[in-house]
C-alpha cells in the first residue's frame, strides 16, 4: 500500500468519512495539534527516565490510545460514521485526578512556580504538557464555530496538569532538584 495519495497536493484533506477540508482549516489544526502531542508523548515513554518505570509506560500508552481517539472524533463531522469510532474515554478523568491526588502527597509542597528542566525526561514531560494546552486551545477556538463533542475539553485539561505532575514525580524519582523560577527583577 502506498503512503502517499496525492489527493492532499491541492491543500486539503479528508476527514474520516470522506469530506474534504483545507489543510489549515481550524478543525485539521486541532486534531493536528493532539497529533503532535501524541508524538511528543511517544518521545516522553521512550525515554531515559522514563522507559524504565513499567507500569508508566504502559498508563501513558493508555493516554496515548486516549488522545487518538480524540482525534478521531474531531476528524470525523459524519454523524454516520461516529458510530464506528471508540467512545471518549471520559471516565480516564476521574483516573487522572486520582493518580495526580495519589502522587501529590509524596511530593513537597509547590511554592514557586516551576522552570521546566533538569533531565530530559523532565523536560519531555513539560513538552508534553505545552502541546497538551496548545492542543486544548486550538479545540476550543474549534469549538467557537463547530460543534466539539462533550469530554474532550475537560480530558485534555486534566491531561495537561497530568504531565505537571508526571514532571514533578521524575523530579523525585531521578533525584533532580526542581528548579524554581526567580524573577530577576
Known sequence: MRIYTRTGDDGTTSLFG???????????????????????MGALCSSDGFINDASGVTWLQKLQSDVFTLGSHLATTDEAMVKHLPAIPVGRIQEMEDWMDTVNQSLPDLKNFLLPGGHPAISACHICRVTCRRAERRVI??????????????????????????????????NVDEIPWKSEN
Open 141 to 174: 477556538t474549534l469549538a467557537r464555530d463547530a460543534e466539539v463533542p462533550e469530554g474532550i475539553l475537560p480530558y485534555l485539561n486534566r491531561l495537561s496538569d497530568v504531565f505537571f505532575m508526571w514532571s514533578r514525580q521524575l523530579h523525585t524519582a531521578l
Open 18 to 40: 470522506g469530506q474534504r477540508l483545507n489543510k489549515d482549516d481550524m478543525r485539521i489544526e486541532a486534531y493536528g495539534t493532539l497529533d503532535e502531542l501524541n508524538a511528543a
